[in-house]
């Protein structure tokens, strides 16, 4: 069984689409996070949810909205794409609010044309 | 604020020869220090942490990383390169500051060469 499991693995739309990628794990873990990494393979974390609560909300627009429907699940949705939100999109969980065991998925690479 | 900074884009060894990977750090408390490696395709996997205590810390697959506080470093390293090890690796520094939160180098890609 996959810890963390994202889809879609891969994503292509246009600009202007509205997109949601899901994510699910079944570690039993409380906290959940969003990273973005763009092609320098720079990661950067995004959103962290800890027993469905918003805990971390990086400088990330408006047009980014997470949505916790209950631990074991994080979902991002993403509004108006534009080209610069293209990039690996990662979920990843862990026990507490530290990352010092984070589990992360597989990726989803999101790719705005 | 807090930043890591891996000076190295990339890296080739060969296999079997031994490996280190340059990490330093800026963080005004004792950090939390970790070290995760990137598979192609494939999402981040912990190769070992440190929080406190013994500043050699033992990993998994062979790797080991020793914090030097005075040289604000956490490098990595292996005795003996396997070919399975070629990835990208990503030295990251755990900040309390607003919500705990990891912050990750850019990554140092290690290619193994015959």
């Known amino acids: 069984d996959t810890a963390v499991s994202q889809t879609p693995k891969y994503l292509v739309t246009q600009m202007g689409n509205d997109k949601s990628i899901k994510c699910e794990q079944n570690l039993g873990h409380d906290t959940m996070y969003w990273y973005k990494q763009d092609s320098k393979k720079f990661l950067k974390i995004m959103f962290s949810y800890n027993n469905k609560e918003l805990i971390i909300n990086e400088t990330v627009p408006n047009r980014f909205s997470p949505k916790s429907p209950d631990k074991a699940h994080l979902n991002l949705h993403i509004n108006s794409l534009e080209l610069g939100d293209s990039a690996v999109y990662f979920c990843?969980?862990?026990?507490?609010?530290?990352?010092?065991?984070?589990?992360f998925g597989q990726g989803t690479r999101l790719t705005v044309v | 604020a807090q930043s890591v900074t891996q000076p190295d884009i990339h890296i080739t060894v060969s296999e079997g020869a031994s490996l280190e990977l340059r990490c330093n750090y800026s963080y005004g408390a004792t950090p939390y220090l970790f070290w995760y490696v990137q598979s192609p395709g494939q999402g981040l996997q912990l190769l070992l942490k440190?929080?406190?205590?013994?500043?050699l810390v033992q990993g998994i697959k062979g790797f080991e990383a020793e914090f030097k506080r005075s040289q604000s470093s956490f490098n990595l390293r292996k005795p003996s390169v396997h070919w399975s090890d070629a990835a990208e690796y990503f030295c990251a520094v755990g900040a309390s500051a607003g919500g705990f939160k990891t912050i990750f180098g850019a990554g140092t890609r290690l290619f193994v060469k015959a």
């Open positions: 440190y929080f406190s205590g013994d500043t």
């Open positions: 990843a969980s862990s026990q507490g609010t530290r990352t010092d065991v984070a589990f």
